[in-house]
């Protein structure tokens, strides 16, 4: 969905109004729901959501109420990148990518937080900021967003991570698995590997938590902090060079 994500913004073009923009983005996501290549498991809050909005329900209204689940908020790295010198502009994009998907508030403030932390990361914002930065820039749009954020901060001092990671919670709603991605980068700031093993060896949502965190890690550290082993086996990589050079001539020419 992060790539659809993308190819739906650069459709629409990076400084298209909102309903143009989304309207582009749900296209792109209702190919991915369709596709063969679609059978890693995807969410069933994403795919509810896109089935009512391919249907007819406006991206506003297709999103799912009762469901605050981390999918709106793994996929949304791409808008801390496009958007990172406009604030406004990346709380309003990922505020509205959530929508047509997860329209809980916590999901949608869990989207705007992990699209913050990437635009963080990339500001070479110093780490001991990372907290209060976020919790300012998301608070009032969920209480529960707020203490999961505050949850990571009384675990910081914990020498027993398994014992940190299980009171900040599991990462199957959105706001614990951005405050387990925060915790993970916050405990291995310079260290991509160890963030990674980190957030991938927990024992809830691990791949989501992972997948958040590498997004503000690679952000934070750039490619290079990446090992070659790992970056020689990715899968798809043709694909994805191609995609981060049309995001970078997209950023470039709108002066970011």
């Not at 958007?83 to 406004?88: D, F, G, L, P, T």
Request: glycine share 8%.
């Amino acid at each position: 969905m992060t790539l659809a994500l993308a190819e739906g913004v650069l459709d629409a073009g990076v400084n298209a109004p909102i309903d143009d923009l989304m309207d582009a983005i749900g296209q792109r996501f209702v190919q991915w729901m369709h596709s063969p290549e679609n059978k890693r498991a995807p969410g069933l809050t994403c795919i509810n959501g896109l089935k009512r909005y391919e249907a007819g329900a406006s991206w506003r209204e297709a999103g799912i109420v009762a469901s605050k689940g981390c999918g709106s908020a793994m996929r949304v790295a791409v808008l801390g990148y496009l958007y990172q010198s406009e604030e406004k502009r990346l709380y309003d994009v990922a505020y509205a990518s959530s929508l047509i998907t997860h329209r809980h508030p916590t999901a949608v403030a869990a989207s705007v937080a992990a699209a913050y932390l990437v635009k963080l990361a990339l500001d070479s914002t110093p780490i001991p900021e990372y907290m209060p930065k976020v919790y300012a820039f998301t608070t009032g749009i969920s209480d529960e967003m707020d203490l999961a954020i505050l949850r990571v901060g009384h675990v910081l001092g914990w020498v027993n991570e398994d014992q940190s990671l299980d009171h900040i919670g599991q990462g199957w709603t959105g706001e614990e698995a951005v405050a387990l991605a925060l915790y993970c980068v916050l405990r291995y700031p310079d260290d991509y590997v160890a963030c990674m093993r980190r957030a991938a060896n927990t024992p809830g949502d691990s791949d989501s938590i992972a997948c958040i965190a590498g997004g503000i890690m690679g952000a934070r550290l750039g490619l290079e902090a990446i090992p070659a082993d790992w970056r020689d086996r990715c899968e798809n990589a043709e694909m994805f060079t191609d995609l981060a050079h049309r995001l970078a001539t997209a950023k470039i020419a709108q002066g970011s």
